[in-house]
């Protein structure tokens, strides 16, 4: 729904033009809408009077990059009308209250698409719209408790490991509400018709594991953690601690890079042991004992060049220094913090971080001009940058 007062400009990216609403909240739902305004959307993030719950400074929290806040309360008397004039602008909605929070605030999805039958309205949530626990609390951890994917992760004999809350709220969360939005839009410009996205954090971690309950039906994946090919369990497919206290990461999986890892060891004798599973545990101490002679650097030297599949891990704060990722620019600097850049990349119409975190309510005055609502200006609830 591109019209006079969005943003177009070139170079923002393919969805340049495209409007979305999101109603403030954490984790999965600002990201996803990061993700929408690093390709392009004008994304108006609706924040609540007092900012959200948890969460850290505003003015670090690139989640909020190129994107505009307005303050809206919605539990004052003309709030709801205030989303409701922004919903009947946009193309996208995206809220991540509990089920019926947002019919109790009177911006629900009936509320929305009677001001506008076109709209998407993004759902995310860790249970889903319904079901059991759809009403229950919860975070990321737990989501994945229940998938079986947590299962998956971790040394067998220790707890699971948590893998941040990248697995549930990012990939199984805020990719999936991303996809359904776009594909939503999609078919909401070929008819005419909006609808809702229900985009639950247990459904996304689930069908990330497809490939693993084909490979477990198919009696080539064991139901338990560090037995598998990929999990662990396999010692030319996990991570070694060198003599430092660094770690290198080994996925040296096909024969040939499987045959130059073990050669740049000076571990040749062991190639037999590649498919001789009661050999693994003889070959993990060989090459545990090996990559303990030295440092993680001297050891990165070692490989550098090779195919035998072999990284050093690296630490967040080293990750941008690399310089595979420094050539590609796969980290940015904007406003004196360092953050991964836009992805993915596009020949025609390339993205950018194009500002930084939006402060709550600092661009009412703008987004009230640009998408034709005066009324959107509350004196009580703009901050001194309007």
């Not at 609706?46 to 003015?59: F, K």
């Not at 996925?251 to 001789?276: C, I, M, N, S, W």
């Not at 993915?344 to 600092?362: E, I, K, Q």
């Amino acid at each position: 729904m591109t019209t006079a007062g969005t943003p177009t400009t070139s170079g923002h990216g393919p969805l340049a033009g495209v409007r979305v609403v999101e109603l403030a909240g954490i984790g999965p739902g600002p990201f996803a809408a990061m993700l929408l305004a690093d390709l392009g959307a004008d994304v108006v993030r609706v924040d609540r009077p007092g900012g959200p719950g948890l969460g850290i400074d505003p003015a670090y929290d690139v989640t909020n990059r190129n994107k505009r806040s307005v303050v809206v309360d919605l539990k004052a008397p003309d709030g709801p009308a205030r989303v409701l004039d922004l919903a009947a602008r946009a193309d996208i909605l995206i809220e991540g209250y509990r089920p019926g929070v947002a019919e109790r605030l009177g911006v629900g999805p009936e509320d929305c698409h009677a001001r506008n039958p076109r709209l998407v309205y993004g759902r995310m949530t860790g249970w889903g719209q319904d079901g059991p626990l759809a009403d229950r609390a919860g975070h990321d951890v737990a989501y994945i408790a229940l998938t079986g994917t947590l299962g998956m992760i971790g040394r067998p004999d220790e707890p699971p490991a948590v893998p941040a809350n990248l697995l549930g709220d990012y990939a199984g969360g805020s990719l999936y509400l991303v996809v359904g939005v776009l594909a939503a839009l999609h078919h909401a410009r070929a008819t005419g018709t909006g609808q809702v996205v229900d985009a639950a954090i247990v459904d996304g971690t689930a069908h990330l594991s497809a490939m693993i309950h084909g490979m477990l039906a198919a009696g080539g994946w064991q139901d338990r953690r560090g037995a598998n090919l990929l999990d662990g369990g396999c010692p030319y497919y996990g991570t070694y601690e060198t003599a430092d206290g660094g770690h290198m990461a080994v996925g040296a999986l096909e024969t040939q890079f499987y045959e130059e890892f073990l050669h740049l060891l000076g571990l040749d004798e062991l190639v037999p042991a590649r498919k001789d599973w009661t050999r693994w545990g003889e070959l993990r101490e060989r090459v545990a004992a090996r990559f303990k002679s030295r440092t993680r650097d001297e050891w990165t030297a070692l490989f550098e060049g090779s195919d035998a599949c072999v990284a050093p891990v690296l630490s967040l704060g080293e990750a941008p220094h690399h310089p595979h990722l420094a050539a590609r620019g796969t980290f940015t600097d904007h406003g004196g913090i360092t953050q991964p850049a836009p992805a993915p990349r596009f020949s025609a119409t390339p993205t950018t971080v194009r500002t930084g975190p939006a402060l709550p309510g600092a661009d009412t005055g703008t987004v009230a001009h640009d998408w034709g609502i005066p009324d959107l200006v509350n004196d009580d609830l703009v901050t001194e940058g309007d």
